[in-house]
């Protein structure tokens, strides 16, 4: 199980893009990396091709982000969080947030 999922709000904790907030786009399992919306954002020259239709210009496009350099985005203290995986007694495992054991998945 991974501590953060497709879909979860993320805050940056380090990089250029710190404090930046995001939603998860893809995870990156072999790799270890995060594609989040609005983060890590780098502008790509594109050259027109006839053959395609597509046009010319500057596109913005995002890279995937080490998920060593987030956490997860808690709603209720507004605040950046640990995640730890809790096994429970019928055998399921859920997330929760280290600091107040409140379990993310239910």
Known sequence: MEKIKKGDEVVVIAGRDKGRRGVVLTVLVKEKKLLVEGINTVKK??????????????????QPIDRSNVMLWDQASDKGRRVWIKTLENGKKVRCFKSTNEMIDV
């Not at 020259?45 to 995002?62: A, C, D, L, M, Q």
């Open 45 to 62: 020259h594109v050259k027109p091709n006839p053959n395609t239709g597509e046009r010319g210009g500057i596109t913005i496009k995002t």
